[in-house]
């Protein structure tokens, strides 16, 4: 029993090769689902083998990583991915979004403005969109290669027939170029409108549905609707309460067992940069008793 | 007050050390050694080598011991290895005619050239726990017979010669053997790949679904034409050299399951086959993996796709239990931001049902007065 080393960044260069030629595929053809031949990973499925394969294939001993899940860099399953890369590749890591090249994300689109020459890397559990109106690949194929999406249209206006407004709150339907459906990945649909013309390149991985897709840099992304039913972000009716930060992604805590709950930033980077530039929100620790 | 989460990385550290101790147990007890597992769990041992798709006793005994006995996550270790290793090339198809038999019954034959041959089976125990396993008593050598030479015919040869059953069929010329760990499935598969997913298949599934047509969802009576179990050469080709290279045995279970087939215009009424062959001992899923084979061929027949095991989408996209267990397991995973986009909703929706239900008491208050 003798195991070997492994190569930088985990995957044989052969492998790399071919994760980029998807991934060159992908950019050329924007959203897209290129197959690839995805590997197992160390890490189980639906934990982000389709990101990391991306991450492992573009990443250079220069590059430097950040990884987030749910918004925050210390979630258990980011401080994992992230390790995983120190221990592999050896690379420079950082929580704050303007000092990385590699943004390695599952289920957000950090606040700060992403700039050009930084990557955004998608973990993607579902990559078609269609899938839940048509569980065959071989027909879901078949409706991308016909531009046939009058399926994904009647599910939203059935959604405003029952509801009075298009139900679906994350993983909200993108049409990219005029030309693709593309499932944005599982991320708040108010994350959607940060994909149009972001000046970074996007990329989806999936790794046990073996798809890679992206975004190329300054691409329209458009969220479906009607006219009549325009699309809409989350709104808060309140900031953060630890930094005042209006505008962004709010996560839900709960206090106690009475319904006590507050609003803070999903994004921690951004969070704990505004309170470090002085902002303050009505439960931030200095506007409180001191804790014990 | 509250603290934001932090302190992930220590969790987990802590976590792995928690796992390790737990993995250990009771240090008075003698930890299991890598070779007990090879000898003494052999079985399980066979199902991590088979759909961990790795041919390699002293790894999947490691990857049982690591993962504390949880066969899927030995699985998953097995495989999370083998696709690091490089590929050399592929060898020849292997010869079961050719196998040193161990075991081997035909279900259709009383007797058949080669005989019936019982080997290690569960078959016919009675299944009473056995005290004297718990006693560690001493175990008598079993009886041997003399190695017969030559080979031991396949009953799909022996039909083959009236014509009564079909051939082991041909792919075009062209065509070159698939592999699915090195190229993503492209729905519909050749009969190749789908055997190759079969073959890595989790047995649990397979089982149900094999079972599931013998129930009546995509019947096709099978008999079990034969099983035989027993070691086989791997023969590889190397280009500078006039023969091909012997690179050692390996030990398989191959089932041909023989079915009904009613015929066609072009072909006469004959039986069709559903095959499985499996790494190690494991009749179970050698004779389920045939089974889902058949079925998955109702499509070259011409039969009415009508039942879970005969839909290929369906069968090999579900078959795979790493993919399974991972899937289903990260749900576990924090989704809290899209269980705030959902919770969102619901409030907005349930002030305006609350909303109405308001204006409609008062409607109607209005109207009494």
């Given at each position: 029993m003798n195991i070997a080393d492994y190569n930088f960044a985990y995957l044989d260069e052969q492998t790399k090769r071919m994760i980029r030629r998807a991934i060159l595929k992908g950019i050329a053809i924007p959203g897209y689902q290129v197959p690839f031949a995805s590997r197992e990973m160390p890490m189980p499925y639906g934990w982000g083998t389709g990101g990391v394969q991306i991450t492992a294939s573009i990443i250079g001993p220069d590059d430097v990583l950040k990884v987030i899940d749910q918004g925050a860099d210390d979630t258990t399953n980011a401080v994992s991915i992230r390790a995983f890369f120190k221990k592999v590749a050896d690379v420079a890591v950082t929580t704050e979004t303007a000092k990385a090249t590699i943004i390695q994300t599952r289920h957000r689109i950090p606040e700060y403005p992403l700039r050009a020459g930084q990557t955004l890397v998608y973990q993607v559990p579902i990559p078609e969109p269609l899938r839940f109106l048509e569980p065959r690949e071989t027909e879901t194929r078949k409706m991308h290669a016909l531009e046939e999406y009058g399926l994904m249209h009647v599910k939203l206006y059935e959604d405003i027939a029952k509801h009075g407004r298009i139900a679906t709150t994350y993983a909200y339907p993108v049409k990219v170029e005029g030309r693709y459906v593309m499932?944005?990945?599982?991320?708040?649909?108010?994350?959607?409108?940060?994909?149009?013309?972001?000046p970074a390149l996007q990329l989806f991985g999936a790794g046990r549905e073996k798809r890679i897709y992206a975004v190329p840099p300054f691409t329209e992304v458009v969220s479906l609707d009607f006219e009549d039913h325009p699309f809409e972000i989350q709104t808060f009716d309140?900031?953060?309460?630890?930094?005042?930060?209006?505008?962004v992604y709010l996560d839900e805590v709960i206090l106690d067992d009475k319904g006590g709950h507050m609003f803070v930033c999903s994004d921690t980077d951004h969070c704990e940069k505004r309170q470090a530039e002085g902002h303050r929100g009505h439960l931030a620790p200095e506007a409180m008793e001191p804790a014990e | 007050m509250y603290v934001a989460v932090k302190g992930g990385d220590a969790a987990i550290s802590n976590a792995h050390k928690l796992l390790a101790d737990r993995r250990r147990g009771d240090r008075s007890v003698p930890a299991l050694r890598i070779d007990q597992i090879v000898e003494q769990l052999a079985l399980g041992v066979d199902r991590v080598m088979a759909e961990g798709s790795l041919y390699d006793r002293e790894l999947a005994a490691l990857a049982i011991a690591q993962s504390r006995g949880d066969l899927i996550e030995a699985v998953f270790l097995v495989r999370a290895y083998r696709t690091t290793l490089p590929r050399f090339g592929y060898t020849n198809a292997i010869d079961t005619g050719a196998m040193l038999v161990e075991r081997r019954v035909s279900a259709t034959y009383k007797d058949l050239p080669g005989g019936q041959l019982l080997g290690p089976t569960f078959d016919y125990t009675h299944r009473l726990l056995d005290p004297e396993i718990a006693a560690g008593s001493p175990v008598d050598e079993p009886e041997q017979r003399d190695v017969e030479e030559g080979r031991m015919p396949r009953v799909s040869e022996i039909l083959a010669h009236e014509g009564l059953i079909e051939g082991d069929g041909d792919m075009p010329l062209d065509h070159v053997t698939g592999d699915l760990t090195r190229e993503p499935l492209d729905f519909p598969i050749e009969r190749d790949l789908r055997l190759q997913a079969l073959a890595r298949g989790d047995e649990g599934f397979l089982l149900a679904l094999g079972y599931s047509t013998q129930r009546g969802y995509g019947r096709n009576h099978p008999f079990v034409g034969e099983i035989r179990i027993g070691e086989v050469e791997l023969e590889l080709d190397v280009p500078e050299l006039p023969f091909a290279v012997p690179l050692g045995r390996i030990r398989v279970t191959e089932c041909q399951m023989v079915t009904q087939f009613k015929g066609s215009a072009k072909v006469p009424p004959q039986f069709t086959r559903g095959y499985g062959l499996v790494f190690g001992q494991s009749e179970r899923k050698a004779m389920s993996m045939s089974l889902c084979d058949r079925a998955l061929r109702a499509r070259e027949f011409g039969e009415?796709?009508?039942?879970p095991a005969q839909d290929e989408e369906f069968v090999i996209s579900h078959s795979d239990n790493v993919q399974a267990t991972g899937f289903v397991e990260h749900?576990?995973?924090?989704h809290y931001v899209d269980f705030q986009a959902e919770l969102d909703l619901i409030r907005r929706m349930r002030a305006e049902h609350d909303a109405r239900r308001t204006d409609h008491v008062e409607q109607q208050r209005e109207a009494a007065e």
């Open positions: 499932d944005p990945s599982p991320t708040p649909k108010f994350d959607n409108p940060k994909m149009h013309m972001s309140q900031p953060c309460a630890l930094c005042g930060a209006e505008n | 009415d796709v009508v039942a749900l576990k995973l924090p």
